[in-house]
């Protein structure tokens, strides 16, 4: 996929004449990077060429996209203090942002030694894998499992999403908005961390036959209130029988926004039937591609599987359904209500 990046004529000028003066190999890269890029290359291409991993040909581009010819140089301090100063743990603490790639090495984790090796070469101080380890818990820095992202560039991701976050400010009992979603629910239960004894490792049995229901979702973005729909399959249906709740009971509304992504069901052609016969009073807007994070009832769906799906012991799936009937209704309004201590309703 080529990304298409077009630069200027004073752009491409400047970054030839970085590369021949700049004498750091990040500043140089990045310069490098761009050309190619702008020259027609694939990003793989780029990777090949340039000598550097594909992930930071997307990260140059993001960051030029955001700084502009800013983002080339390389902006990391060079002074040699002799102990961990401030200035040298906030250095240390700032390279968690980054990947160890983007500094020249193969490894695409950070180690406590690597940290500490790193350190060396910036500023000239030499701190034990332990006193790293100390200063990063000092700072809030823990070592967790990451979670799995697609980012593609996308043209016009920003105009979209301001737009939607002016819809969503300018909301009232006129013009509603809502985030909308949909979640699978299981009969087989999801496996996730919990206490447990030593030596006595938890067993979740399934019912070895699996049932699902599919659950449409959508979250007031001025009230916190969620309305939802549960059918069997996960099809066109399910979301036209949402607008319709939504239509039943906010029926004063003039006007019903609704924020969601591109699943075929939310623009296919039984969708787009239904949303014509309502005369313009649901209105789609479709969020960029890959932004889950803009969706703020994606929030309430991981809430719903931290508390009733994982681990869960129901042997049938009215039960689970009753369940998470009883979180969705005790989780408003989301995310005003702590839902980590919601109890079972009298």
Same mark, same amino acid.
């Given at each position: 996929?080529?990304? /298409?990046?077009?630069?200027?004529?004073? @752009?491409?000028?400047?970054?030839?004449?970085?590369? @021949?003066?700049?004498?750091?190999?990040?500043?140089?890269?990045?310069? +490098?990077?761009?050309?190619?890029? =702008?020259?027609?290359?694939?990003?793989?291409?780029?990777?090949?060429?340039?000598?550097?991993?594909?992930?930071?040909?997307?990260?140059?581009?993001?960051?030029?996209?955001?700084?502009?010819?800013? !983002?080339?140089?390389?902006?990391?301090?060079?002074?040699?203090?002799?102990?961990?100063? $401030?200035?040298?743990?906030?250095?240390?603490?700032?390279?968690?942002?980054?990947? $160890? @790639?983007?500094?020249?090495? %193969?490894?695409?984790?950070?180690?406590?030694?690597? &940290?500490?090796?790193? *350190?060396?070469?910036?500023?000239?101080?030499?701190?034990?894998?332990?006193?790293?380890?100390?200063?990063?818990? !000092?700072?809030?820095?823990?070592?967790? #499992?990451?979670?799995?992202?697609?980012?593609?560039?996308?043209?016009?991701?920003?105009?979209?999403?301001?737009?939607?976050?002016?819809?969503?400010?300018?909301?009232?009992?006129?013009?509603?908005?809502?985030?909308?979603?949909?979640?699978?629910?299981? &009969?087989?239960?999801?496996?996730?961390?919990?206490?447990?004894?030593?030596?006595? %490792? *938890?067993?979740?049995?399934?019912?070895?036959?699996?049932?699902? #229901?599919?659950?449409? /979702?959508?979250?007031?973005? #001025?009230? /916190?209130?969620?309305? =939802?729909?549960?059918?069997?399959?996960?099809?066109?249906?399910?979301?036209?029988?949402?607008?319709?709740?939504? +239509?039943? +009971?906010?029926?004063?509304?003039?006007?019903?926004?609704?924020? *969601?992504?591109?699943?075929?069901? =939310?623009?296919?052609? #039984?969708?787009?039937?239904?949303?014509?016969?309502?005369?313009?009073?649901?209105?789609?807007?479709?969020?960029?591609?890959?932004?889950?994070?803009?969706?703020?009832?994606?929030? &309430?769906?991981? %809430?719903?599987?931290?508390?009733?799906?994982?681990?869960?012991?129901?042997? !049938?799936?009215?039960?689970?359904?009753?369940?998470?009937?009883?979180?969705?209704?005790?989780? @408003?309004?989301?995310?005003?209500?702590?839902?980590?201590?919601?109890? =079972?309703?009298?």
């Amino acid at each position: 996929m080529t990304i /298409g990046l077009r630069l200027t004529r004073g @752009q491409r000028r400047r970054m030839k004449r970085l590369l @021949q003066k700049t004498r750091s190999r990040i500043e140089a890269l990045r310069a +490098r990077i761009l050309l190619l890029l =702008h020259g027609g290359h694939e990003p793989s291409q780029v990777a090949v060429l340039a000598g550097c991993a594909r992930a930071t040909v997307y990260r140059t581009v993001y960051r030029f996209e955001d700084l502009g010819e800013d !983002a080339l140089l390389d902006q990391r301090a060079h002074r040699a203090p002799k102990k961990a100063t $401030p200035d040298v743990e906030g250095k240390l603490v700032g390279y968690i942002d980054s990947s $160890p @790639q983007d500094f020249g090495w %193969q490894r695409t984790t950070w180690t406590l030694e690597l &940290l500490a090796a790193q *350190l060396v070469q910036d500023t000239g101080v030499r701190l034990s894998p332990s006193h790293v380890r100390n200063l990063l818990q !000092a700072n809030d820095v823990r070592r967790g #499992r990451p979670r799995v992202g697609l980012r593609i560039p996308v043209r016009g991701r920003r105009k979209i999403l301001r737009k939607i976050d002016r819809l969503v400010r300018r909301a009232d009992t006129e013009d509603e908005v809502f985030y909308v979603d949909e979640a699978d629910i299981d &009969l087989n239960p999801r496996i996730g961390t919990t206490y447990m004894r030593r030596g006595k %490792q *938890l067993v979740v049995l399934t019912p070895g036959k699996n049932v699902k #229901r599919y659950i449409a /979702g959508a979250l007031n973005a #001025r009230t /916190g209130t969620v309305v =939802h729909v549960v059918r069997e399959r996960k099809n066109s249906d399910l979301f036209v029988a949402l607008v319709e709740e939504l +239509r039943r +009971r906010y029926r004063h509304a003039r006007r019903i926004h609704l924020v *969601l992504d591109n699943f075929i069901i =939310h623009k296919s052609k #039984r969708t787009l039937r239904c949303l014509a016969g309502l005369g313009g009073r649901v209105v789609l807007h479709f969020l960029p591609p890959y932004s889950p994070q803009s969706n703020l009832i994606e929030r &309430l769906w991981k %809430q719903l599987h931290d508390h009733v799906t994982r681990n869960h012991t129901h042997r !049938a799936i009215e039960p689970l359904m009753e369940a998470v009937d009883e979180f969705i209704e005790g989780a @408003q309004p989301f995310p005003g209500t702590k839902v980590s201590m919601l109890a =079972h309703a009298a």
